[in-house]
């Protein structure tokens, strides 16, 4: 039997007959973002059911220790009876339900917690609803970063897990006498979906970093994520009128680069990015230098960038494998070293997770801290 049609392709596929070729910022808007078909809204992608898994979801270890990362920011901070900690993207709630139950015991940081979570998904909003249930804390749920309300004496605690790598990017790629944006279109014979080439157009500092333009040759791409610029904008702003921290793990690259890191995940397996949108993820690899710049040039501070593996090395991840395996059976024993690996080597995604680490001009420098930079 034919397949039946995807509304949401044949959606894309009128708008480009309209209009031409869309952006793949465009094109990742619809595909993930769509009010009706998009994929984070109208599905639950993680887990071994969804497309992927995700760290919280590999190990309570994870959200636990930022959670204590969390705790340990809030004390150096002065223990202020109030705190704002938002989550960007929280997934199933799965993290912050782990840092909660981790913080538990912090004399005070309970109480002056309020929880405020960045999401616009309904189904996984009711996900963060229940798993945080057991809490206690308050929690409120807003549809973009901006809608949180700033309050001058209340700092923000800022913590974003693969959040950065969904959000929607521009591809430049180099020809022979300049730049071109690459774009989607329709093939005229097939009538499927693929990539075009723009006119070349002259390229600004903020797309393309000068420093890289220079070494650039015929072929190279270059990816630009303007929503991951302006919202690490708007959080180094916030650290700063709240003498707040941030934390951001996600896989990327420490440097700007040249290179093509669309992808799209269905069902754990890598899929054709431009087949089935909707049905599948799409991510790109964030280039934390663009996002540190960004918060430098807004007047925050941040860290060097580390991997996640030494990241929660530093933060004491064997030493709670180890607890954890007091008193676990030999089966346990071996998952819990099982997660641990997966989360810290080199092969795993230890190496391929980075972690920045950004704090109000202000604020004392929170756990981890390598290097400073702004």
């Known amino acids: 039997m034919p397949e039946t049609p995807s509304p949401l392709l044949d959606h894309i596929k009128r708008r480009i007959a309209l209009s031409g070729p869309i952006s793949i910022a465009d094109f990742m808007n619809e595909a993930l973002a769509h009010p009706e078909y998009g994929y984070y809204r109208k599905q639950d992608p993680f887990g071994r059911a969804g497309d992927f898994i995700t760290a919280p979801e590999v190990s309570q270890m994870f959200g636990e220790l930022i959670g ?12 202020p009876p109030k705190i704002d900690l938002i989550e960007l993207g929280p997934g199933r709630g799965t993290l912050m339900a782990d840092a909660l139950r981790a913080v538990r015991n912090v004399p005070g940081f309970g109480d002056a917690l309020t929880v405020r979570f960045v999401e616009t998904s309904p189904v996984l909003r009711t996900h963060q609803q229940t ?9 409120t749920w807003h549809e973009a970063f901006d809608d949180i309300p700033v309050r001058a004496d209340v700092p923000a605690i ?14 430049f790629e180099r020809g022979d006498h300049g730049w071109a944006e690459r774009l989607v279109g329709v093939d005229a014979d097939s009538g499927e979906l693929g990539f075009v080439r723009g006119r070349e157009t002259p390229v600004t ?7 890289l333009r220079g070494s650039a ?10 929503p991951a610029i302006a919202i690490a904008d708007q959080v180094a702003r916030r650290l700063n009128e709240t003498h707040g921290a941030a934390l951001f793990i996600d896989y990327g690259h420490p440097s700007s680069a040249f290179g093509d890191t669309l992808q799209a995940l269905k069902g754990h397996e890598y899929h054709p990015v431009l087949r089935d949108p909707g049905d599948a993820d799409l991510t790109a690899h964030v280039d934390f230098a663009a996002i540190a710049r960004a918060m430098n040039e807004a007047g925050a501070r941040t860290g060097a960038v580390l991997t996640q593996g030494t990241f929660l090395r530093m933060l004491g991840i064997e030493q709670r ?9 030999e089966q346990q ?14 092969d795993q995604m230890g190496t391929l997770f980075k972690v920045l680490i950004g704090y109000g001009r202000e604020t ?3 756990p981890c801290v390598s290097g400073v930079a702004g």
Do not use: H, Y
């Open 68 to 79: 204590l990362w969390a705790a340990v920011s809030w004390q150096q901070m002065g223990c």
């Open 217 to 226: 040759k015929k072929g190279d791409i270059f990816e630009s994520c303007a």
């Open 205 to 211: 500092d903020a797309l393309i970093p000068a420093t």
């Open 333 to 346: 024993a071996v998952a819990i070293d099982q997660a641990l690996a997966r989360l810290v080597d080199a």
């Open 158 to 171: 800022i913590i974003g897990n693969e959040f950065f790598d969904a959000l929607p990017i521009r591809q």
């Open 131 to 139: 798993a945080i249930m057991a809490s206690g804390i308050p929690a």
């Open 364 to 366: 004392t420098p929170p």
């Open 321 to 329: 494998a180890e607890l954890l395996k007091t008193g676990a059976d």
